[in-house]
């Protein structure tokens, strides 16, 4: 009932959308000043509206750049918009109408403007806007954001913070003390508030869209029980400081900014101490020192010894700064009466004095100061302008702080029988330890009652480090720390941002009084896929196999496809193709995957008009051939005639990159994650895809009418793709493809992907196939054990699986799979699939789609529904074509176009039993593949003849 009433709300609310959309609107953008926003701005907005009686109706329509949170009456409703492009906004509409009272009620979001590139939105200005009405039985309020609204500078928000990593935006940092009741009606006055400014800059967004895809979920999911705290360990004292540098985009975050501190060290007695530091060039009274090694598997951490003098030690650092920011850490012992200070008087006066003046410029001066004499050191003739860094709050990262601080595990924190905490004041803190029971993407929160003040420290990870805890800066640019500084009147805590995560560390200093917390959790923001397919087998490593792909692929599901929900969260065409399928075969809803096309075409504008040559330049075929997938599911032409023409450029633009033999050259492929070459050559993985979109295209402009001399033009790029390509890289000695052309010479490397993708699109002949199919058969007994440096992919692999079931080579696919799959769900980051082939590397993710495509081949394969991807396949029939070299039996639900399709196949002896059922009317041919065609068939318990079935009777 409740999935009934929602669908004819969003039915009512697409219908009065599309009556505004029809008028083509063009929503005044605001934000609190006229340019638009500065770096990590978050701002509130909210209206007051006071109803005389009850709203009859209430429709709110908003845009924000970047993202808002929507509250009424204090009640959270959402979280958006549609990450996009300015090319084509997408706005949200909401019926805030139950949410309203009679008298005074507040209208309220929290809008952030990233003011820097993300992998989850390019694109970045900062704005905000917002249209619709209430209408009560005697008013009609007009809630346009020209009228009455008020904004405010989210004061308690920290923008300098550095980014989570080099995908996403900045961490978050929030005193709420500092912005109490600014979306509640106890809010005294709104004084300290203006009225919004609309941007100079109205024409940087185009023509705006309605939202058509659902909103995300919004599920509380609670910690498992099985939480531990322990005191802070106070062996050691943190000492540090942060410059941020610039960041706006990848460029500017990789980029080295040099810079140097000093500070000076009080030592009662000569003495040796163990020092925490971490990257830098360090000097102690003018002599380099010994680094020991590394602590606990605690990245970003590196102790050395110091040789401390009787009284102050002058300690020395040059550092390349990089990652937006130089968060500086140094620990020393807590109990030798050690004093750090800039001045050499006190602490409170200054614990360092850094140079940092962000000058590429100066790097070289900088990088050859000479350590020893550090403070008195001049640059190009002048005395440095020495910073005084002041000890705080504002001179530490909370990712950091967790990282670096320690438990004291001999004295373990009961948990109340409730298992709630109660914490007594501390003001060096508690450290918890919580996990979720898998990885989840959401909203982090904790609740409680927290004394005015209290400082919380949330860490985050997808793995445990070999100690047993979350294995924080496990790669060492990810920041996975957010921090809440507490207000008396706030009992929850929550991230504005989704975060991916499964292990939490979270420290607590409260020395304002007591702490009580009653919950730990995330509120779960992905896409509301509903799980319509399913598969069991008499294998239950395969069972765990599907399970893990699908259970990965709603991680990576938001408002579009995503790679991973920890790292990144951003939209690649490589991982959506079979992420793609995997929705195919478990919920058959192509609505994110459409969109997600719509939004390549921005994204891939420039590769498609502007004959830019940058990265990933097989990616934008990728779509193509993802569309073309879509289109074959659905049946739905109008993608494609929507955007022949963008992929018609993208291929002539790319054929002008022939070299002198006719191969295409591109800057940048991305392939897979082996050694295979990437860049400024030839490759013949980037033919073959080429190769397939022609043929592709070739199809579209018959079914769309195109010239003659059009379909001509494709036959004829593609014979000479084919000929140029199979004389200057089959390797007949080996029967293998070389993996391409560089600087005119063969690259003397022939991976496996260069030559399955040359099967699989057509570019071979049969003997070729027969001499690379007895390649594979032995290369893929052992592919090596080197991180990314396999011999094949776990990405790639999905095109060898379409391959290997598509000829029939079952055996060696279904070995294949469950070898290297096999280790994913018997390890420790089940139910979700990595990202490589091992995740013991610092460089991978344990929560990948991409290696979640097994999922479709066991629905679509070994169950045997065909959905097509290579293979002929007709949406006005359902096939069951189940093929498996060991299973005795294997049962489940595809999503086939007409509808689900439930398939139950046994092996008995010489028979095989196929039960089915289909949608009312679908006709149905069963051809069991492989060893499974030498039984008997026996469908619905009822002997049939292989002959009959075949024409469909």
Avoid at 896 to 905: D, F, I, K, R, T
Wanted: charged share 25%; hydrophobic share 35%; proline share 5%.
């Amino acid at each position: 009932m409740k999935r009934i009433y929602f669908f004819w709300v969003i039915i009512v609310l697409w219908a009065i959308s599309e009556t505004v959309t029809a008028q083509d609107i063009r929503p005044t953008m605001v934000w609190n000043r006229e340019t638009g926003s500065l770096r990590n701005e978050m701002l509130y907005f909210r209206r007051d509206v006071t109803l005389a009686s009850a709203a009859q109706q209430a429709i709110l329509h908003v845009y924000a750049d970047s993202r808002y949170a929507l509250y009424v009456n204090e009640t959270y409703l959402g979280f958006g918009p549609l990450r996009s492009y300015h090319k084509n906004p997408y706005y949200d509409t909401h019926d805030i109408t139950p949410y309203l009272k009679k008298g005074k009620n507040v209208i309220a979001l929290k809008v952030l403007s990233n003011g820097m590139q993300t992998y989850q939105l390019y694109d970045n200005k900062g704005g905000f806007s917002s249209w619709g009405n209430i209408v009560t039985d005697s008013q009609n309020i007009d809630l346009n954001v020209t009228k009455g609204w008020k904004v405010k500078s989210a004061e308690g928000v920290e923008q300098d913070m550095p980014r989570l990593s080099f995908a996403a935006g900045a961490i978050e940092v929030n005193d709420y003390r500092l912005d109490t009741h600014w979306n509640s009606c106890k809010l005294e006055s709104t004084e300290a508030w203006s009225s919004p400014k609309p941007l100079k800059a109205q024409d940087a967004w185009g023509k705006f869209h309605v939202r058509h895809l659902p909103y995300l979920t919004n599920e509380k999911i609670a910690v498992e029980p099985t939480i531990k705290a322990y005191p802070v360990c106070e062996e050691e004292k943190l000492y540090s400081f942060r410059i941020p540098v610039p960041d706006y985009n990848l460029q500017e975050y990789n980029r080295s900014y040099q810079g140097a501190a000093y500070t000076y060290i009080y030592s009662p007695k000569a003495q040796k101490v163990q020092a925490g530091l971490w990257w830098g060039k360090y000097a102690l009274n003018g002599q380099p020192i010994k680094k020991i090694g590394r602590k606990n598997q605690q990245v970003h951490r590196e102790d050395y010894e110091f040789p401390l003098r009787q009284g102050w030690n002058l300690l020395t650092c040059q550092y390349g700064v990089i990652w937006g920011s130089w968060d500086f850490y140094m620990s020393l012992p807590a109990d030798q009466n050690i004093i750090v200070s800039a001045t050499r008087e006190d602490l409170a006066k200054g614990t360092f004095y850094t140079y940092c003046p962000k000058d590429l410029q100066l790097n070289a001066a900088i990088k050859a100061l000479n350590l020893s004499t550090l403070p008195t050191e001049k640059i190009n003739g002048k005395a440095i302008d020495w910073t005084l860094q002041k000890p705080g709050l504002a001179n530490t990262s909370p990712a950091r702080d967790l990282a670096w601080t320690q438990p004291e595990l001999q004295h373990p924190i009961k948990l109340k029988k409730n298992g709630k905490l109660k914490l007594p004041p501390s003001e060096t803190g508690t450290v918890i330890y919580a996990n979720f029971r898998e990885i989840q993407l959401g909203r982090l929160f904790i609740e409680g009652q927290f004394p005015e003040g209290t400082i919380i420290d949330i860490g985050f990870s997808e793995e445990l480090n070999k100690d047993g805890f979350p294995y924080l800066y496990r790669r060492e640019q990810i920041n996975a720390g957010i921090r809440y500084i507490t207000s008396k009147d706030i009992q929850s805590y929550e991230t504005f941002k989704p975060y991916g995560a499964k292990y939490l560390k979270i420290i607590i200093r409260n020395p304002g009084g007591t702490a009580k917390i009653h919950q730990i959790g995330t509120y779960r923001q992905v896409f509301p896929f509903e799980t319509a397919g399913s598969f069991h087998c008499s294998d239950t490593n395969l069972n765990k196999i599907w399970e893990a792909g699908w259970r990965t692929l709603q991680l990576c599901a938001e408002d579009s496809y995503t790679d991973t929900p920890f790292r990144e969260r951003g939209l690649y065409a490589g991982d959506m193709l079979p992420e793609v399928a995997i929705t195919m075969a478990t919920t058959g809803d192509l609505r994110l995957a459409e969109y997600s096309l719509a939004v390549f075409q921005d994204m891939y504008y420039p590769y498609m008009y502007e004959n830019y040559d940058g990265v990933h330049m097989d990616f934008p075929f990728i779509t193509l051939l993802t569309m073309n997938y879509v289109k074959d599911y659905s049946g739905d032409w109008s993608l494609i005639e929507k955007y022949y023409d963008n992929y018609k450029n993208l291929l002539l633009t790319n054929l002008n990159r022939k070299n002198g033999e006719g191969l295409i050259e591109a800057h940048h492929v991305f392939t897979e994650w082996s050694k295979i070459n990437k860049t400024d050559a030839a490759m013949g993985s980037l033919q073959a895809i080429i190769y397939q979109s022609m043929s592709i295209l070739k199809t579209w402009a018959l079914h769309l009418n195109k010239p003659e001399e059009e379909i001509a033009f494709y036959e004829s790029e593609m014979t000479q793709l084919k000929s140029v390509f199979n004389r200057l890289l089959w390797d007949d000695s080996r029967g293998l493809y070389y993996d391409g052309i560089k600087q005119g010479e063969l690259i003397d490397d022939q991976h496996l992907s260069t030559s399955i993708w040359a099967m699989l699109y057509g570019l071979t002949n049969p003997e070729q196939n027969q001499r690379i199919e007895e390649n594979l058969s032995e290369e893929l007994k052992d592919i090596g054990q080197e991180f990314r440096g396999r011999k094949i992919a776990s990405y790639s692999s999905y095109y060898l699986f379409a391959y290997l079931y598509q000829q029939g080579k079952t055996a060696l696919a279904d070995e294949f799979m469950k070898a290297h799959w096999g280790k994913m769900v018997e390890g420790r980051a089940y139910p979700t699939v990595w990202e490589n082939f091992d995740i013991d590397h610092n460089q991978g993710t344990s929560s990948h789609a991409w290696s979640g495509h097994p999922t479709y081949f066991l629905s679509t394969e070994i169950l045997g529904v065909n959905l097509g991807f290579n293979k002929p396949f007709d949406r006005n029939i359902i096939e069951i074509m189940p093929q498996s070299s060991y299973l005795d039996w294997a049962k489940g639900t595809v999503m086939h176009p007409l509808g689900p399709v439930e398939v139950s196949w046994e092996v008995h002896e010489d028979k095989l039993y196929v039960d089915y059922r289909a949608p009312k009317g679908a006709k149905v041919f069963i051809t069991p593949r492989g060893r499974l065609s030498d039984l008997k068939l026996i469908i619905n318990q009822k002997a049939l003849e292989v002959e009959k079935v075949a024409k469909g009777k």
